[in-house]
């Protein structure tokens, strides 16, 4: 509507063109127009909003607290492998006395196909594992859920994907696609779950969400590759991820940068068809757990 345009282009300063786009994308307030052009970390939504997600975080903190070994479990994509290399170096870094008690594991993608597996699972009871957190899968594995329950591991399933008529018995399913979940956003990525998850345990251990910025770029990957709307949420993830990458990139993705000769800043443009494939290779070519080794490098 004329009138839209006309109050954007004299608010925002902006020209009527611009702000006819931004009226296509459902901005028509100076404010909402602000969020989209300055995203903030503190409109992030309050994770704990997500169903289930304080039974997760109650479910680490007795595993912390009873010394059981945790293993963070992702699918071999990016999505999954960005989403592991989250979770994993947060409660490595966050609580020290972790180290030897989490570890890290990925599907083969020939052997053990997309998503949760029973040798993963058997992976997991052989090695003493008694959580296993899944992140970007598992939202359909009912019957490995059970199979676990009766090998007394228990399951954390962080997935984005739509969930079925029934949901794993798990002791907690984090999925913003859950009929019974209102959380206000739900396109978040597999890696964004991870990150939601993260969220929760720091918000409740007073871990300032500025200490959380260095997995952002992780996020933003995600985002990017697994091609989710670049809307809400993930407009604030995606937005510190890319000053992130193109900042003060972690030691992986700074060698993947040299690799590629790239010397100009970084678009979501460039992580779709330079970043993202490469990390998807090394699971079609020999394992995605490399591209978790490559992500969690400290250089």
């Excluded at 070994?69 to 979770?87: F, H, N």
């Excluded at 199979?147 to 591991?153: S, T």
């Excluded at 399913?173 to 990525?189: A, G, I, Q």
Aim: hydrophobic share 40%; net charge neutral; aromatic share 8%.
């Amino acid at each position: 509507p004329a009138e839209v345009v006309e109050r954007l282009t004299k608010d925002v300063k902006v020209s009527p063109v611009i702000a006819n786009l931004l009226w296509q994308r459902g901005i028509s307030t100076y404010e909402e127009a602000k969020l989209f052009f300055r995203p903030q970390l503190e409109h992030l939504h309050d994770p704990f909003l997500m169903k289930d997600m304080d039974k997760a975080v109650v479910r680490i903190e007795d595993a912390i607290k009873n010394k059981e070994k945790i293993l963070v479990y992702g699918d071999y994509d990016v999505d999954g492998t960005t989403s592991v290399a989250l979770v994993y170096s947060f409660f490595l870094s966050h609580i020290p006395h972790l180290t030897s008690h989490i570890s890290y594991y990925i599907p083969d993608r020939y052997k053990e196909g997309y998503g949760i597996s029973t040798a993963g699972i058997d992976f997991a009871a052989e090695n003493g594992c008694t959580l296993i957190i899944a992140l970007d899968c598992g939202i359909k594995a009912i019957d490995k859920v059970d199979y676990a329950n009766k090998k007394n591991v228990d399951f954390i399933i962080c997935d984005h994907h739509l969930p079925g008529e029934k949901i794993p018995n798990a002791v907690a399913v984090l999925d913003p696609k859950r009929k019974d979940c209102t959380y206000p956003y739900k396109e978040l990525s597999g890696c964004g779950i991870g990150f939601k998850l993260v969220q929760a345990f720091a918000q409740k251990h007073n871990i300032p969400i500025e200490n959380l910025e260095q997995y952002l770029d992780l996020t933003a990957i995600s985002v990017a590759a697994d091609i989710v709307p670049i809307t809400g949420e993930n407009r604030i993830l995606a937005f510190y991820g890319l000053k992130r990458i193109n900042h003060a990139p972690r030691a992986g993705i700074r060698a993947m940068m040299e690799l590629t000769k790239m010397k100009k800043q970084l678009s979501i443009t460039d992580i779709v068809f330079v970043i993202g494939p490469r990390i998807n290779a090394a699971g079609r070519m020999e394992s995605g757990k490399k591209a978790v080794e490559m992500l969690i490098s400290d250089t």
